[in-house]
């Protein structure tokens, strides 16, 4: 096809001045939206094209990152274009310029492009970085003469500056999310919660919602895993925050003082009650009772909680009178709570009266992407030091490939610890003494570093797990199997 030709059809032609001018401004966006929006207008206005599309690869996947269309052209998907002529400019990684993909020996008889009808269409890959993927793509159904195999050129240097532009809205935004993150501290603390990971995300988000209820809360999670600070923080988030928060830790309450620990007791009502105790219940009303490893609580109190759960009516030890008590009933447990009245050591009446509203609370190994900010956390909790003291990446990664049994608790000792022997202005390597010795030579082994390396990567990618199986090397499937051998997923 001639110039000429072109020319006569009304065709356009992209300039050596065109290019140049949409490349400085390309270079100027920032956010991808934009630089997407800048590719487009250029290509579809200047060359008249009915569908003009960016194509894009997330996670392994080809799909629509934005669009244009006139004309003849209404909205399209990627079932919508010809994957015949898309797979041979990816596969082959060159330009596609077809006059009338009906008659074009390299595609005629392929359904896609007769069911299409695609009379005329451009495909030119974009240059693949570490981020960017794809190709542009313009066609037309109505005109065969609208494009010109003298475009190819000046597209292709499109495609290469708005790769460029692409890769740095990429990089930028992923520097603004990052940035935000260090200095977000409402998306990265919550009273003492500390973290923006995706399992902490849900849970500020389950959190927000439980807290709007008077419902009993269940909390569960691994010892030092910070349920009690999740009671808190459900506590300061609903609507009693201006009325106390107690705690009962369940575990080490004698049996026979337990019941007056919850309830009270009257003066002379047994061995020792040398005057009216008030009870926990009386004590928080308005507020909240936080039980925390309410596995424990004796089988014959289990019954006086369930009758105070359903009827908001206690007795204190050695009184004859009935009580009432608004107060807000949240509990915890590292037991599978469930499993314990299966095997009926917890009463099952009980246990489903309390798990009306379960929330978790992640272990440390499932949330590695937090360990910066809880490792700051802790540093200027515990620094003494009029020096603001820093954490060398060595010791960080040290921090990053333990298994951390203790969870946040046991980094939280940690780094007393490392402050305290530290003499330098940062904890170094070998400040960071970890308490179980044996555990971590355990994570030697090839499966635990297996399983701590795919946690990372999954961390680090916010769940996503085609881009996780990607960055691995490894296959979706192979991944899924492996988070179901180790109950981390399906």
């Given at each position: ?88 400019a ?110 902490m ?7 927000e ?12 999670g ?7 600070l ?8 609903s ?10 830790y ?24 040398t ?41 204190a030890?050695?009184d ?30 009980l ?5 009306i ?56 000792n ?77």
């Amino acid at each position: 096809m001639t110039e000429q030709k072109a020319g006569a059809s009304g065709s356009g032609l992209l300039t050596s001045e065109q290019i140049l001018a949409v490349g400085q401004k390309l270079m100027e966006l920032r956010p991808l939206a934009e630089v997407l929006d800048a590719v487009l207008d250029m290509a579809a206005e200047t060359m008249h094209a009915e569908t003009a599309l960016i194509l894009l690869k997330d996670s392994g996947k080809l799909s629509v990152a934005a669009q244009r269309h006139t004309g003849a052209g209404v909205a399209r998907g990627l079932a919508d274009i010809s994957t015949s002529l898309l797979d041979e400019a990816l596969t082959k990684h060159e330009p596609v310029f077809t006059e009338s993909a009906i008659q074009d020996p390299r595609f005629s008889g392929k359904s896609s492009i007769i069911l299409q009808g695609i009379q005329a269409a451009v495909i030119v890959p974009l240059s693949e970085t570490l981020y960017v993927r794809g190709a542009i793509y313009l066609d037309s159904r109505s005109d065969r003469t609208l494009f010109s195999p003298q475009n190819i050129g000046p597209l292709s240097t499109l495609a290469a500056l708005s790769t460029i532009a692409m890769e740095n809205a990429r990089r930028y935004d992923i520097a603004r999310r990052e940035l935000q993150l260090l200095k977000g501290e409402k998306a990265k603390a919550r009273g003492g919660l500390v973290g923006s990971s995706p399992s902490m995300m849900e849970l500020y988000s389950l959190i927000e919602r439980v807290a709007a209820s008077d419902l009993p809360v269940l909390i569960t999670g691994e010892s030092g895993t910070g349920k009690e600070l999740v009671a808190r923080e459900i506590h300061q988030s609903s609507e009693r925050r201006g009325k106390p928060f107690l705690a009962l830790y369940c575990g080490n309450v004698a049996p026979q003082l337990f019941e007056s620990e919850l309830f009270g007791h009257k003066r002379g009502s047994f061995t020792g009650a040398t005057q009216d105790k008030q009870g926990l219940v009386e004590a928080a009303r308005g507020g909240t009772l936080f039980l925390d490893e309410v596995a424990d609580i004796p089988g014959d109190l289990q019954t006086k909680l369930l009758r105070f759960l359903q009827e908001g009516e206690y007795r204190a030890v050695g009184d004859t009178k009935t009580y009432r008590a608004d107060v807000r009933i949240v509990t915890a447990t590292n037991k599978d709570l469930k499993r314990e009245a299966i095997d009926g050591r917890f009463r099952s009446d009980l246990f489903y009266r309390l798990y009306i509203l379960p929330v978790h609370a992640p272990p440390l190994r499932e949330r590695l992407s937090d360990m910066q900010y809880l490792t700051r956390h802790f540093i200027e909790k515990y620094d003494k030091a009029e020096r603001s003291r820093s954490i060398s990446p060595e010791a960080l990664r040290k921090l990053m490939t333990y298994s951390w049994p203790g969870n946040v608790r046991e980094l939280e000792n940690t780094v007393a610890r490392a402050l305290v022997v530290s003499r330098g202005d940062r904890l170094e390597a070998e400040d960071i003494l970890l308490e179980d010795a044996e555990r971590a030579a355990d994570d030697l082994s090839w499966k635990s570093a297996e399983q701590k390396h795919i946690m990372h990567v999954l961390s680090v990618c916010a769940g996503n797990k085609s881009r996780a199986a990607e960055l691995l090397g490894i296959s979706r499937r192979y991944l899924h199997y492996k988070l179901k051998e180790w109950g981390e997923g399906e």
